[in-house]
């Protein structure tokens, strides 16, 4: 089946909206009728990281579809800290007219378990949209000058120093700071956490060898791991990654039940209506089936979603309770 042109999922003056993007299907077709006049000026998206992450990888190439399908600037306001919930707090305290979106990573539901002072709660808050993307699992990557060649030898090595080594991530509660402390946990080493407000930043220092390793969104590292800039070590999710097809899985390193991979979701703040949630959801999914913008997101590990936004509430709350249950298990709960 072609795909639709971006700027043909929208024609305006008739009810024209795209359908949930699935696995099974892409295609855009007419349903309820669209809030009047939106957008009448641009529209801000806060990624609640510095700039140069993943969030961004996602965001810039959504933007160019909804720039011309909603006949409207859309822009990217980065706001780094506090593990994404200074962004997050952002966009919870603007008017849910649509004028201000969020685009967060899993730390949106994940950074309340680890990290006690977060000044809104996800759920009541935020109106989901939809999770736009996910990726394939972090790339654990480490600075040339680490003088360890797979998992194994990193362990051995964090072992031999206790507290020497330390490893970068974009705060507490973020994937990147996660998938580290699993790995610490389940191989009882010490290794010190240095935060960031984001991966782009965290992976400046890597590269300046500055810290030693960080949990990478494939996005971000894969030119860096083909040019020897860093070397890969695991993948976190339960399989291998065709573009690193010799970077084993955690997993095959010997980590049991291993599995942690990235998501990217959209919200409103709590209120917006129903129909305005359909309409952005519509785009979005809609902007998902263009055929260049898949292959773009294919080629650094990512998968396009546009999950319905029921589903995706769905499994908001339940990511939420399951990032509560995984901080528990390793030690790291916030306190009630």
């Known amino acids: 089946m072609s795909t639709p042109r971006s700027d043909d999922c929208l024609k305006k003056s008739t009810i024209a909206v795209c359908a949930l993007f699935v696995a099974a299907a892409s295609q855009c077709v007419f349903a309820q009728p669209l809030p009047k006049n939106y957008p009448s000026k641009p529209v801000r998206i806060v990624v609640p990281f510095a700039a140069g992450g993943p ?39 603007s008017p849910p007219d649509g004028y201000t979106w969020l685009l967060n990573t899993g730390s949106q539901t994940s950074v309340a378990a680890f990290n006690e002072n977060i000044p809104f709660d996800a759920n009541r808050d935020f109106t989901p949209v939809t999770m736009a993307a996910r990726n394939f699992g972090q790339v654990l990557i480490v600075h040339p000058s680490v003088p360890a060649k797979s998992v194994k030898e990193l362990i051995a090595l964090a072992k031999a120093r206790p507290g020497k080594l330390n490893y970068a991530s974009a705060g507490i509660g973020n994937i990147t700071y996660i998938a580290a402390e699993m790995m610490k946990v389940a191989a009882g080493v010490q290794i010190l956490d240095i935060q960031y407000k984001g991966t782009g930043p965290a992976t400046s220092d890597l590269l ?86 898949k292959k773009r997101f294919d080629d650094v590990g990512l998968e396009g979603v546009g999950m319905p936004t029921e589903a995706f509430a769905k499994f908001a709350v339940q990511d939420a309770a399951a990032m509560r249950e995984l901080a528990r298990k390793i030690g790291l709960a916030a306190k009630p």
């Open 55 to 93: 969030v961004d990888v996602v965001g810039r190439n959504l933007i160019q579809k909804l720039n011309v399908s909603m006949g409207q600037p859309f822009v990217l306001d980065n706001r780094g800290g506090n593990g994404s919930a200074l962004g997050a707090e952002i966009v919870a305290k």
């Open 208 to 293: 300046g060898g500055h810290v030693d390793m960080l949990f990478s969104p494939t996005q971000t590292c894969l030119q860096l791991i083909q040019t020897g800039r860093v070397r890969a070590l695991a993948m976190t999710g339960s399989s291998r990654w065709k573009m690193l097809p010799d970077v084993p899985t955690m997993q095959e390193a010997g980590f049991k039940d291993y599995d942690l991979v990235g998501w990217f979701g959209i919200w409103l703040p709590a209120g917006a209506s129903s129909e305005l949630v359909a309409r952005i959801h519509s785009e979005v999914a809609c902007a998902l089936t263009d055929v260049d913008l």
